[in-house]
């Protein structure tokens, strides 16, 4: 719940199947699961498995739904918190909050633990509007120092996701802290056609419905956008009292949808 800032130790049960595309970064993503499985055989040569992971990427593309996805296939408890939520804290709330997670965390091992919006809290020096400075780094040094206080076969791996690595401080980006960078990109034709192949499941289409024109239609669509398309093309066509969801309720259900993101992004940058 929104109390305790971040979800305990959640058993989920999305897999790698319910991501579609990413196909580059599913493999870099298994190797991890894979460290979570088998550590032994990752450490019977001395190597040492890493502690963390950043998925780099914009909005919307799938950052935390992989990352439950991972947890998914590991059967591994899944904890998260949001950069974002530590921003309106009392002095030295953030900080103990992070001890708590990591506290839960080590006692549920194996484990995924989740930081959406990283930036939040891991600006550099100087660079952070929203908090003030002081609370940031002190939520920031906890971080620090709970990565660097367990071992690398303590069963944890710690992600992170942001969509502004270059302003995250660099002590977060040394060994042994979040030192993989996984790029999550908006997706191409074929990865939107996968997608919508996805998000298609529940939806009750008609039998001719073009997939591939779906796609065609929707350069620059993130996962959740197009996520959005499909849910809103099955409400237009509910509204008309369809029986069944038809092209031309996609039509409208991309149009709604781009209207949605042309604002957004006027929000965003109000000086275009
Ligand atoms: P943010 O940075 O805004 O938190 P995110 O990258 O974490 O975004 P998600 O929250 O994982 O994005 O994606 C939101 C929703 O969009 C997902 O729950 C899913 O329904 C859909 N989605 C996004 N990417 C994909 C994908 N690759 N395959 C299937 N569904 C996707």
Redesign the pocket.
């Known amino acids: 719940s929104k109390a305790t800032l971040f979800d305990k130790g959640t058993r989920v049960n999305i897999t790698f199947n319910?991501?579609?595309?990413?196909d580059e970064a599913k493999v870099e993503v298994m190797e991890i699961v894979d460290f979570l499985k088998n550590p032994k055989k990752y450490t019977s040569l001395g190597g040492k498995i890493p502690k963390g992971a950043l998925?780099v990427?914009?909005?919307?593309?799938?950052?935390?739904?992989?990352?439950?996805a991972m947890a998914g296939e590991a059967q591994v408890p899944f904890f998260s918190m949001?950069g974002s939520d530590f921003v309106e804290l009392f002095v030295g709330v953030g900080a103990s909050r992070v001890r708590d997670l990591f506290k839960q965390a080590r006692e549920k091992a194996p484990c995924i633990i989740f930081i959406?919006?990283i930036d939040a809290i891991g600006r550099a020096r100087g660079k952070n509007v929203m908090m003030s400075n002081d609370e940031r780094e002190n939520t920031l040094n906890q971080l620090l120092v709970e990565m660097d206080g367990f071992g690398t076969d303590s069963g944890i791996i710690i992600l992170a996701?942001?969509?502004r690595p270059d302003v995250l401080d660099s002590a977060l980006l040394r060994p042994g802290r979040f030192d993989r960078q996984i790029s999550?990109d908006k997706?191409d034709l074929a990865?939107r056609e996968?997608?919508f192949q996805?998000?298609l499941k529940p939806i009750k289409t008609s039998p001719n419905l073009d997939i591939k024109k779906l796609a065609s239609m929707t350069p620059g669509f993130?996962?959740?956008?197009?996520?959005?398309v499909c849910n809103e093309a099955a409400l237009i066509a509910a509204r008309k009292g369809k029986t069944e969801v038809e092209m031309d309720d996609f039509n409208d259900a991309v149009d709604r949808v781009i209207g949605g993101l042309e604002k957004k992004n006027k929000i965003i940058s109000p000086e275009e």
């Open positions: 319910d991501v579609a595309g990413l998925l990427g914009p909005p919307g593309t799938g950052k935390t739904l992989l990352a439950k949001s959406d919006e996701a942001t969509n999550i997706p990865g996968q997608i996805v998000h993130a996962g959740a956008d197009i996520a959005n």
